[in-house]
């Protein structure tokens, strides 16, 4: 009759996932403030040091890309192979290679920006 699996789990509530994305979008343009725009202002104000993080940067640069995309399309986008959270589509590689690849671009071009206002970038 039933399955001993269904009547032991309790059903999961589901989440939204453009709340999902309106809180990555959130995080991730507050990441950008912090580990781009701030330590780009500082160097045109001579500021005496400076910090920035790679990490922080590349959240501030896939954050609000990806928080947009889930808040626009919403379930539409489907990362996953049917649902399985183990087995990526080769769409999703692609994604996240090129957020990968715009991450680090980020910091290579912070870095430079940097180096034009004579700041060691090591």
Known sequence: MFASNDIDKPAQPKTNPRVVGAFILVVGL???YWQIWMPL???KEHAENITFSMKGQFLGTAGPLLGLALLILGD???LTRH???QKMTWQSVVVMLLLVGLGIGVNVWVKDELAKYGYSTR
């Open 83 to 85: 649902g399985n959270s």
């Open 41 to 43: 202002q500082a160097a």
């Open 30 to 32: 507050a990441m950008a």
């Open 76 to 78: 539409k986008l489907n």
